[in-house]
Nanobody, 124 residues
């Protein structure tokens, strides 16, 4: 069992940066892949980024590639999403997710545990 709690969201202006954190509990954190997804009002939840159990593999949505960076610290049982060059279209609730496998996937169905989400709002 893995429990996830996101933090770090807020209201920023276009071009600003934010770092989201996702604190995990559970003995299996260091052996599972993690991901970030987001959901804007009226839209489906979409993939943002994912990282393998040891950080050796990562993947990003095309819309955030080059601006966002996912990382993890297994000793702190935390996964991060560094978001630079934020745009108004990045406005959404951001969710952290964990899956019961070490390898990465970009589909929400591949994840077994979810956090409650943190709001990110980017003004123009």
């Amino acid at each position: 069992q893995v429990q996830l709690v996101e933090s770090g969201g807020g209201l920023v202006q276009a071009g600003d940066s934010l770092r989201l954190s996702c604190a995990a509990s559970g003995r299996t954190f260091s052996s599972v892949a993690m991901g970030w997804f987001r959901q804007a009002p009226g839209k489906d939840r979409e993939f943002v980024a994912t990282i393998s159990w040891n950080g050796g593999s990562t993947a990003y949505a095309d819309s955030v590639k080059g601006r966002f960076t996912i990382s993890r610290d297994n000793a702190k049982m935390t996964v991060y999403l560094q978001m630079n060059g934020l745009k108004p279209e990045d406005t959404a609730v951001y969710y952290c997710a964990a899956r019961r496998r070490a390898s990465i996937v970009s589909t929400a169905a591949g994840y077994d545990y979810w956090g409650q989400g943190t709001q990110v709002t980017v003004s123009s």
